[in-house]
């Protein structure tokens, strides 16, 4: 795995990371090249066995991911033996396939084996949800509430972990960024990425997309992507399809070179509804959005349907694209974010990319900890510093060996004129909006009985009207759903402020 980067690795991590990131300049041409070999990055970051203090802090966590009847938890138990990367970060080997690593990789399954063994035994109906050799070390169970000291007592047991639930947080984007002046000291969007693995953890992606078309709107074909180092045979899987309607099988091509869904816990705990696909594919849309902007094909129209957009591309267009679905409707599990981080281990990934929140306190969080082995594997991890603010301990991802991203603000915006007209006048105002507006007056409402929005409202509570709700808590899309289950016509953001 020690493999130097080549100048064209370290723009694409750059122009990745500029998608919010706004005032970098990348410094080194995009090349067209094969990908590169990877390197231990810097110096191996390693964390000692939990103390007490540690697991006390864990225990103290409210946010503990339990079923929808509160008897079962979701946790996970570390042992006392690092994982397998952080072995080889540990003492210096650098190639997975050594007979050292292949010796303590043997020597660790045998201890999980141990442990899930002592685990069955003492806690009967312990369900495990996913098992960490490569990375962070251990196994992630259901087990009831009532016996969560059980697991504590449990021998090589350093650490229990509460598991957690998170959510998930343009065509002039890439001229904005500056992103088109480091395209062309590298030749152009045309090599932008070029052999870079990108992968996206996220709510799936929608394949058929024109941003991860082979070959991309412009004609160019992509070359087929070197092997998985970590996979047998060097394959990679493509999850798409299932019995759920609208779940079509794709066959993955040398843009979306793979994909996965990993919502174990999420299934176990939460459960899908009817319309949630059970493979790869986005039924949300976030994840569709997060791997187009970042590495979606350049040469790509967009239009809602109501107005056109002109063309668009991904920030590193020739990218190849691997998806990690983590996410449902309610969230996402951190352990289920966790096995995918493994996976794209095994897949080769070298960029990272997860706007979902967490990482507040990134010693007892698991997609944190899973972030720390990637760092040992050569990966960079771009993680969101999330949609909060501007108060104070309001930011995601505070660990050291992630790139956390703030948000920024486009220099493009789509407007509409609102007018509305009452007992004391006429008000008009300017504001932000993606759609056609509403040519023909309709009566304004405040939401009163939920201003914020933040629950469904009821069938036929807003028929035909335009609905005020205030801004906060949860997503603009998701309070514009809740009071279209009232019939709303249309809906109207504001920003209360204090005078």
């Known amino acids: 795995m020690s493999r130097p980067f080549p100048r064209s690795y370290f723009v694409a991590l750059t122009l990745l990371l500029s998608l919010i990131l706004v005032g970098i300049t990348p410094l080194r041409p995009v090349g067209a090249q094969p990908r590169p070999e990877r390197p231990t990055t810097?110096?191996?970051?390693?964390?000692?066995?939990?103390?007490?203090?540690?697991?006390?802090?864990?225990?103290?966590?409210?946010?503990?991911?339990?079923?929808?009847?509160?008897?079962?938890?979701?946790?996970?138990?570390?042992?006392?033996?690092?994982?397998?990367?952080?072995?080889?970060?540990?003492?210096?080997?650098?190639?997975?396939?050594?007979?050292?690593?292949?010796?303590?990789?043997?020597?660790?399954?045998?201890?999980?084996?141990?442990?899930?063994?002592?685990?069955?035994?003492?806690?009967?109906?312990?369900?495990?949800?996913?098992?960490?050799?490569?990375?962070?070390?251990?196994?992630?169970?259901?087990?009831?509430?009532?016996?969560?000291?059980?697991?504590?007592?449990?021998?090589?047991?350093?650490?229990?972990?509460?598991?957690?639930?998170?959510?998930?947080?343009?065509?002039?984007?890439?001229?904005?960024?500056?992103?088109?002046?480091?395209?062309?000291?590298?030749?152009?969007?045309?090599?932008?990425?070029?052999?870079?693995?990108?992968?996206?953890?996220?709510?799936?992606?929608?394949?058929?997309?024109?941003?991860?078309?082979?070959?991309?709107?412009?004609?160019?074909?992509?070359?087929?992507?070197?092997?998985?180092?970590?996979?047998?045979?060097?394959?990679?899987?493509?999850?798409?399809?299932?019995?759920?309607?609208?779940?079509?099988?794709?066959?993955?091509?040398?843009?979306?070179?793979?994909?996965?869904?990993?919502?174990?816990?999420?299934?176990?705990?939460?459960?899908?509804?009817?319309?949630?696909?059970?493979?790869?594919?986005?039924?949300?849309?976030?994840?569709?959005?997060?791997?187009?902007?970042?590495?979606?094909?350049?040469?790509?129209?967009?239009?809602?349907?109501?107005?056109?957009?002109?063309?668009?591309s991904g920030i590193a267009p020739r990218a190849y694209v691997v998806n990690y679905k983590v996410c449902g409707e309610q969230g996402c599990f951190t352990t289920d974010s966790a096995a995918a981080v493994q996976q794209a281990i095994r897949d080769g990934v070298q960029v990272i990319n997860f706007s979902i929140s967490g990482g507040t306190n990134p010693y007892s969080d698991i997609a944190s900890l899973a972030f720390l082995d990637a760092y040992n594997a050569g990966i960079l991890v771009s993680a969101s510093a999330g949609n909060s603010g501007p108060g104070a301990d309001t930011v995601n991802h505070r660990e050291p060996w992630v790139a956390t991203v703030g948000a920024s603000t486009s220099d493009r915006s789509y407007l509409s004129t609102l007018t509305v007209t009452g007992s004391s006048g006429t008000f008009t105002a300017v504001g932000a909006s993606s759609g056609a507006g509403i040519a023909t007056p309709a009566s304004v409402v405040v939401n009163t009985g939920d201003p914020l929005c933040l629950n469904p409202a009821a069938p036929g509570s807003f028929t035909g009207q335009i609905v005020v709700c205030q801004r906060g808590v949860i997503a603009r899309v998701a309070k514009s759903a809740n009071v279209a289950e009232g019939g709303r016509r249309g809906y109207d953001l504001v920003q209360l402020v204090a005078e």
């Not at 697991?55 to 991911?65: C, G, H, T, V």
């Not at 187009?292 to 350049?298: I, K, L, V």
């Open 42 to 312: 810097g110096t191996p970051l390693t964390i000692e066995p939990a103390t007490i203090t540690s697991r006390e802090d864990a225990a103290y966590n409210k946010q503990l991911a339990l079923s929808r009847d509160g008897t079962l938890a979701s946790v996970f138990l570390k042992v006392d033996s690092p994982s397998l990367l952080s072995f080889m970060a540990q003492n210096g080997i650098t190639n997975i396939n050594s007979p050292a690593a292949q010796q303590y990789l043997r020597q660790l399954n045998a201890e999980l084996d141990a442990l899930i063994a002592q685990a069955q035994q003492r806690i009967p109906g312990l369900v495990i949800t996913h098992r960490f050799d490569l990375i962070i070390g251990g196994v992630s169970v259901a087990a009831p509430v009532s016996q969560l000291d059980q697991l504590r007592r449990l021998p090589n047991v350093v650490d229990v972990i509460n598991d957690r639930i998170e959510k998930i947080e343009t065509y002039r984007t890439p001229t904005f960024i500056g992103a088109t002046t480091a395209w062309n000291r590298g030749g152009g969007s045309a090599f932008a990425g070029e052999g870079v693995i990108f992968g996206v953890l996220d709510s799936g992606v929608w394949p058929e997309h024109p941003s991860f078309s082979d070959p991309d709107p412009l004609g160019k074909p992509y070359a087929p992507p070197p092997p998985a180092p970590g996979n047998p045979g060097g394959v990679r899987a493509c999850d798409f399809g299932s019995a759920i309607p609208g779940d079509a099988p794709f066959t993955c091509n040398n843009k979306l070179i793979g994909s996965y869904r990993f919502m174990t816990a999420y299934d176990f705990f939460v459960g899908t509804q009817p319309y949630e696909f059970l493979s790869g594919r986005d039924d949300d849309g976030h994840g569709t959005h997060t791997a187009s902007t970042a590495a979606g094909n350049r040469g790509v129209p967009a239009s809602d349907g109501s107005r056109v957009f002109g063309t668009i």
